[in-house]
């Protein structure tokens, strides 16, 4: 992977590389506080009288520094100084980390959430997103944090090593060829983790995919037997994607330890040539022996961070990749967020949770309602990136204001396609739409934004937030339509879609409580909620996509009379593959 710094600190932010720095500093400040600790140790050694009196400090310091700390008390006190600035040091590392690891997962998640809710790049992907969310934003976060401990350990290993060089040339030569030695074995370990690691990605997302899959058309698998073979099928994903983590996570492990028992083995070689043949003192050597030891322990632990960041890095280049996809202006408008305090920030979110009833009811401006426009179709094709073959190609149709029409045809025909592309949510790669009259239509985008809530939709499956049924009627109104919405007008529209009865039987009329999933409702009974959700602001485009495909045939036809209600009053789509939702509709296109 080309790591290129650069791109590194534009994908983590500002505030993450301003925390690797600290992080830097405090690695650089380590290394002192390490020698700080060997020359202590050397001076309590001459206060319990175990060196020789007037024995030579380490590093060239001047013996008279001996005399300053005479004493086992100021020996201590210095101890506990440098404990503390050492603690200091070290939480900084690890905070650093633990930030950076954080950041970078949310803004990850900021991300991918806004690339569905605020962009048109085509249908959103369960089992991508959950794959995102569930290994790939996390392990690349994971992949920052190792960055931001390499780092400071890189750094402090460096200074010690070239300390050691300086001052003690003979014995730190011995003990370098070893760990390059040892270096070369932790390469190769950390060269096998790595093509572990690189399917991780890939074979994460087909077990999230095979998985969705199976949770979607749960009833069909239960109808037709196939649990065992759908669970062999998950299993082996399962287990070939388990087998490659545990690996790679066994051989990060080895090494990790790696280092630390030949490290020890060299130490003991140092000592045998140190006692044949001397070339500094007792307490010198004893110094030198120390901060080998913490590069040991040091470059032990920095094998270990090399191994993870090579099991991760598939994941940080896959999510950089994703990263830098979008353009600079879009991903500050997504991290926007971010840029104000967490107490600030959660409690805007919070009042956000769904529009709520009395934002929308006592709203004083006003504004018209436009008149049921004409669609126009003329010569349009789309298709999907990297898809060998458009969806739609030349297709071409008119409906006129206020009137009705049919988009029938079998599954993959590009009904949803066609949709998506009359309500401005995907782009025509060919051909246009035009929503007005001939002399003054817009392109769908141009004309929902010109006229706010003038669009209704309703889908196949029911779409219902946790709330009272008056926050599930209001939910998606326009805020700054200025209609004033009663009571009266929500009991209008439910007796419009027959809800009327079974809103009378509701002991709490319109703070009846309706759970995300709507429990205790029927199918029916969510649909026309949808549409009397739909239907309320009185749109002057009306999409209806497969509404009654999970319904029975009594409760589509009492739906279908709903709509042909609605001729003349909005334009309306009507895509469905039965024939009975649009048996009153007489002008229809079939795909």
């Not at 390499?150 to 060829?177: D, M």
């Not at 999230?208 to 037997?225: D, H």
């Not at 500050?332 to 009042?351: C, I, K």
């Amino acid at each position: 992977m080309n790591f290129s710094i650069r791109k590194h600190l534009q994908f983590t932010g500002r505030r993450v590389g301003l925390w690797l720095g600290f992080s830097s500093v405090a690695g650089f400040f380590l290394t002192f506080l390490e020698i700080s600790i060997s020359v202590v140790l050397a001076l309590l050694l001459a206060v319990l009288g175990v060196s020789a009196p007037g024995a030579a400090l380490p590093f060239g310091l001047d013996a008279q520094l001996g005399t300053t700390f005479s004493s086992p008390a100021a020996i201590g006190v210095t101890l506990l100084v440098i404990a503390v600035l050492r603690g200091g040091a070290q939480w900084t590392v690890s905070q650093a980390a633990s930030y950076s690891q954080e950041m970078i997962a949310t803004r990850l998640r900021f991300l991918a959430l806004h690339d569905i809710l605020a962009t048109r790049k085509g249908f959103a992907s369960l089992s991508l997103l959950q794959s995102r969310f569930g290994e790939t934003f996390p392990r690349a976060a994971g992949f920052c944090n190792q960055i931001a401990y390499f780092i400071p350990l890189t750094l402090q290993s460096v200074l010690i090593i070239g300390l050691l060089l300086w001052k003690s040339p003979r014995e730190a030569l011995y003990g370098g060829v070893g760990m390059v030695l040892v270096g070369g074995l932790v390469h190769l370990v950390a060269t096998r983790i790595r093509k572990i690691a690189e399917a991780l990605p890939s074979e994460h997302l087909a077990l999230q995919s095979r998985i969705s899959r199976v949770v979607r058309n749960w009833f069909l698998v239960q109808a037709l037997r196939t649990n065992s073979s759908e669970w062999k099928g998950i299993a082996a994903h399962q287990s070939d994607y388990s087998l490659r983590l545990v690996r790679g996570s066994g051989l990060s492990h080895f090494a990790n330890i790696l280092p630390l028992v030949l490290g020890m083995a060299l130490i003991v070689v140092l000592i045998g040539v140190h006692l044949h043949s001397p070339s500094q003192t007792g307490v010198e050597f004893l110094a030198f022996l120390y901060l080998y030891l913490r590069l040991v322990q040091g470059l032990s632990t920095l094998a270990g961070v090399l191994g993870n960041i090579q099991s991760t890095m598939p994941f940080y280049r896959d999510a950089r990749n994703f990263f830098f996809s979008f353009t600079p202006e879009f991903r500050s408008e997504a991290l926007e967020p971010l840029r104000y305090g967490f107490a600030e920030r959660g409690s805007a979110l919070s009042q956000d949770r769904f529009p709520d009833a009395d934002r929308v009811i006592h709203a004083t401006e006003s504004r018209a309602r436009p008149a049921p426009p004409e669609v126009q179709v003329e010569g349009l094709g789309f298709a999907y990136p990297g898809m060998p073959q458009p969806v739609l190609q030349g297709l071409s149709f008119q409906v006129a204001a206020g009137g009705q029409f049919a988009i029938l045809g079998k599954s993959g025909s590009g009904k949803s396609t066609l949709l998506a592309l009359v309500m401005g949510l995907l782009v025509p790669s060919a051909g246009k739409v035009r929503i007005g009259s001939r002399e003054e239509g817009r392109d769908p985008e141009a004309y929902f934004a010109r006229y706010p809530g003038s669009l209704g939709y309703v889908g196949a499956e029911p779409f219902l937030v946790e709330g009272s049924l008056r926050e599930n009627l209001v939910y998606g109104l326009d805020r700054s339509s200025g209609r004033v919405y009663s009571d009266e007008d929500f009991r209008s529209v439910l007796e419009r879609v027959q809800l009327g009865e079974w809103l009378k039987a509701r002991p709490e009329g319109l703070s009846y409580r309706i759970s995300e999933n709507g429990e205790g409702l029927s199918m029916g009974q969510k649909q026309r909620l949808s549409l009397a959700r739909a239907l309320l602001s009185e749109p002057s485009v009306l999409i209806l996509d497969e509404v009654s495909a999970n319904l029975d045939e009594t409760t589509e036809g009492e739906i279908a009379k709903v709509i042909a209600s609605l001729a003349g009053r909005c334009t309306t789509l009507i895509v469905t593959h039965r024939e009975g939702m649009v048996s009153h509709v007489q002008t229809r296109k079939t795909l």
